[in-house]
């Protein structure tokens, strides 16, 4: 609903039926009631707190038929959700403990073979002494679940920990068994935690689904699906519909989480960056994160371009998407005998190789959106018999795409990707021959076309193809740093597998009969958190007493950053992938459970943080929900924060920060450094060895960054910093951005 009242606002040209219509959801926050009154408050005490800030005509009157109050936070902010009008909103300004406002938010969602591509072997190495994350919570905040499908199914799993508080909503008490363990809907007992989108029900089973022999699309990709963390229990709070999810319930799904008991929070949904005393996730993350949950978060698909980020608060587990090495090849064949290759989940036994005609709807085109295929645009008889060149855009979908060219009698189709896209391929369970290929190839095509009398094709599929070498490539979607909320931070914290991600789906997308093992193939930033939220709940089970920052910095510091060929990663244009495109690289599991030092953000750190962003006191207080006074504070600069990786703006004055590791490695052991500067910037680090003689001892070291050549180009240049020791080895990435390159 809310989009539209967008739209139409923007038009101006609507006007509401009923007074009801001006009303809005907002997010209200207040003074805790905490600083209020000295005594200890109780839940209904709160919430009459919330009510007070409501006009006092609402808050009596019975004509409304919906309530006015929707939700009162009581972990992730001080405040509520409330339906009110844009006069009301500024009435309550006036009130005293009144913080802020915010209209409702839409957020989007960031739309079998990874466990082993991530180092995963049944019963040999991380995954047994992570004891398959055992004993750990995984809450999904996403479109729901479908609790039939088999990858949910609780063979083997022992009852949830007994911390666990939360449930089933009660139409889905007999749906839950000891994998999921719960079900929750927003708003509250709006509908049932059954997932119609598939979204959810695909990133649940990736962090935590279980064993299922057998899945496939299409007979593609075959193997036994299992989640990163298949021991792991699962909770599922239910936000969004397909076309997204009211920010007022991701933060009372967050609210609930934190009260139900979970260890991991799964995020693949976000908004654009926004200050973190305004952004839900960042505001809901901090409450999650005091209480030692780690939240890990998609890191958005607005990629290939900078400063894209959503969720990239350091409180945060930022996650960035690559490819792993599967491909389902396909190739195109022309008349001329060249070949180009592409990707397709529709192999068909009994597809006919043949040459056909081709066909380019965008000469002659009918209508606007012919070049793309759309639906109802393709009227040209001549299409039947043709194998027809569709490209990616319109807002139509690969399968809106083939049937358009289905009912208008072609018998193929090549998807031409688009050019900021490079060699990004997305695979999807076509309703007829197609292929994915690059713009760069479809170019060559549409030229071939162009040249030749009858152009023809033929298209042939390869199979399943595994052992990708330019395997991870960084997918063109996945958002880039820097971020905007807090340039010293690098973001995104860590890559791992988005791109043709096979997992749960909640009906079967091969139009065949109505088996419950059903699996989708799709790709975003949405695939890759979770897979980083099982591999979270891996270390949180091999490793109860670790902080959710000493988690993320083991995985951070024992990422890989070059590729299965031994060059660096790469990026859609298969050039080197840059420092804001991949964060500390590439997830490798089998590392990140034994790191030898970690950095440890200490909670309280992010006070002096907080105010060295130039937040005002208010809006620190938002975060902390308390009075702070950033005067009393001694802020940090960002850089300072106790972060495994570093992201400075340097001028003609030298920066220095201190960090401290702390030894969960052998208890006697040394490390040294080895520091790769970033080109015409020297990095000191002092002491150079660093002696451990026991076992969670910290240490501090001192790095020092100080420009020593005068560049004309602007840009990130890049290095890294490496304790060393007979046994591990600990890497920090360094962006460096010079400050007169700013604004260029
Ligand atoms: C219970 O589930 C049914 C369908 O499964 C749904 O129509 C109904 O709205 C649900 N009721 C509640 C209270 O969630
Ligand atoms: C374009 O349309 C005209 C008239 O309908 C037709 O004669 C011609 O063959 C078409 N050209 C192509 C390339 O389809
Ligand atoms: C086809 O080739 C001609 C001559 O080289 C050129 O002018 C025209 O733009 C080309 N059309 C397409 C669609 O590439
Ligand atoms: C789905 O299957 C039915 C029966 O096998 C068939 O008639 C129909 O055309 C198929 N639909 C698609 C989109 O392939
Ligand atoms: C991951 O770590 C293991 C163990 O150190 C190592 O053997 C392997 O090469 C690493 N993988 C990659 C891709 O760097
Ligand atoms: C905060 O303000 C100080 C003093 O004006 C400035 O040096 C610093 O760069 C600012 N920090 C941020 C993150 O904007
Ligand atoms: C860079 O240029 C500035 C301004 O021209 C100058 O003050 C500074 O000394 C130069 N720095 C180096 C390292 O050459």
């Known amino acids: ?128 002494d992570a004891n398959y994350g055992k004993g750990v919570i995984i809450g999904v905040i996403d479109t729901g679940i479908d609790p039939d499908h088999p990858s949910f199914s609780d063979k083997g799993m022992p009852p949830p920990p007994a911390k666990w508080k939360g449930k089933c909503e009660s139409n889905f008490t007999n749906k839950c068994n000891n994998k999921l363990i719960g079900a929750r809907t927003f708003p509250l007992g709006s509908d049932s935690p059954i997932d119609e989108a598939g979204h959810g029900t695909h990133t649940a089973s990736t962090a935590a689904g279980g064993f299922v022999k057998g899945a496939n699309v299409n007979g593609n990709a075959k193997g036994t699906a299992v989640g990163i963390a298949p021991l792991a229990h699962l909770a599922m709070y239910k936000v969004c519909q397909p076309f997204g999810c009211d920010d007022s319930d991701v933060l009372a799904a967050m609210d609930a989480a934190i009260d139900d008991g979970v260890d991991i929070l799964s995020i693949s949904l976000g908004g654009s960056s926004r200050s973190f005393y305004e952004d839900p996730v960042a505001l809901g993350a901090y409450s999650a994160a005091q209480r030692g949950i780690l939240v890990s978060c998609s890191a958005a698909n607005n990629g290939p371009y900078e400063s894209t980020l959503s969720n990239d608060a350091p409180w945060i587990m930022t996650v960035g998407a690559s490819t792993h090495d599967r491909k389902l090849k396909a190739t195109v064949t022309l008349g001329n005998q060249k070949v180009f290759e592409g990707e397709s989940a529709f192999h068909p036994n009994d597809h006919n190789s043949a040459f056909s005609p081709l066909f380019d709807p965008s000469l002659n085109a009918t209508d606007f959106d012919s070049p793309y295929c759309g639906t109802g645009t393709l009227n040209d008889p001549e299409i039947k018999g043709k194998i027809v060149i569709c490209m990616v855009g319109g807002g139509y ?279 790769a500067s970033p080109p015409g910037i020297s990095v000191t680090v002092k002491p150079s060895t660093l002696k451990f003689s026991k076992l969670n001892q910290k240490l501090k070291y001192q790095v020092t960054f100080t420009k020593r050549v005068n560049r004309t180009n602007g840009g990130v240049i890049e290095g890294f910093l490496k304790w060393t020791s007979e046994k591990h080895s600990v890497r920090s990435p360094i962006a460096l951005v010079l400050e007169s390159t700013i604004g260029f």
């Open 1 to 128: 609903m809310k989009i539209f009242f967008v739209i139409f606002g923007i038009l101006g040209c609507f006007s509401w039926p009923s007074m009801q219509s001006d009303l809005e959801t907002y997010i209200v926050q207040v003074e805790s009631l905490e600083s209020q009154i000295s005594t200890q408050s109780s839940r209904m005490d709160l919430e009459n707190w919330y009510k007070s800030f409501l006009p006092k005509t609402i808050a009596t009157s019975s004509s409304d038929e919906k309530p006015r109050l929707i939700y009162s936070y009581h972990n992730v902010i001080s405040g509520f959700a409330a339906r009110l009008s844009a006069k009301q909103v500024k009435e309550m300004e006036k009130r005293p403990g009144f913080i802020s406002a915010w209209p409702q938010r839409i957020l989007s969602l960031h739309t079998t073979h990874t466990p082993s591509f991530l180092g995963l072997q049944q019963n040999t190495g991380f995954w047994r």
């Open 397 to 675: 979908t690969m399968t809106q795409q083939g049937q358009a060219v289905k009912d208008a009698g072609g018998v193929g189709m090549i998807v031409v990707s688009t050019a900021d896209y490079g060699v990004t391929m997305f695979v999807d369970a076509h309703v007829l021959p197609a292929l994915y290929i690059t713009y760069k190839d479809g170019m060559e095509i549409l030229d071939y076309m162009n040249k030749t009398s009858k152009p023809t094709a033929k298209i042939l599929f390869q199979g399943t193809l595994i052992g990708d070498k330019d395997a991870p490539v960084v997918a063109a979607f996945s958002s880039r740093g820097p971020s905007l909320a807090s340039p010293g931070i690098l973001k995104p914290d860590i890559i791992g597998p988005g791109v043709n991600i096979l997992a749960a789906w909640p009906t079967s997308v091969e139009n065949k009969t109505n088996t419950k093992s059903t699996f989708n193939i799709i790709s975003g930033t949405s695939m890759s958190c979770p897979h980083l939220s099982g591999v979270a709940a891996l270390l949180k089970s091999s490793h109860p007493t670790w902080s959710p920052s000493a988690i993320k910095s083991a995985i951070m510091t024992t990422a890989y950053t070059v590729n299965f060929a031994n060059d660096p990663i790469l990026d859609e244009r298969l050039l080197p992938a840059n420092i804001f495109a991949i964060g500390a690289g590439h997830v490798n599991l089998s590392r990140a459970n034994d790191p030898g030092l970690i950095y440890d953000t200490p909670f309280k750190d992010y006070l002096p943080y907080l105010c060295g962003l130039n937040y005002t006191n208010r809006q620190v207080g938002n975060l902390l929900q308390r009075k702070v006074d950033c005067r009393e504070v001694k802020s940090i600069p960002e850089a300072q924060l106790n972060y495994p990786s570093f992201s400075i703006t340097l001028g003609e004055v030298s920066q220095t920060y201190t960090r401290t590791v702390t030894n969960v490695g052998e208890a006697k052991s040394s490390y040294s450094v080895e520091v």
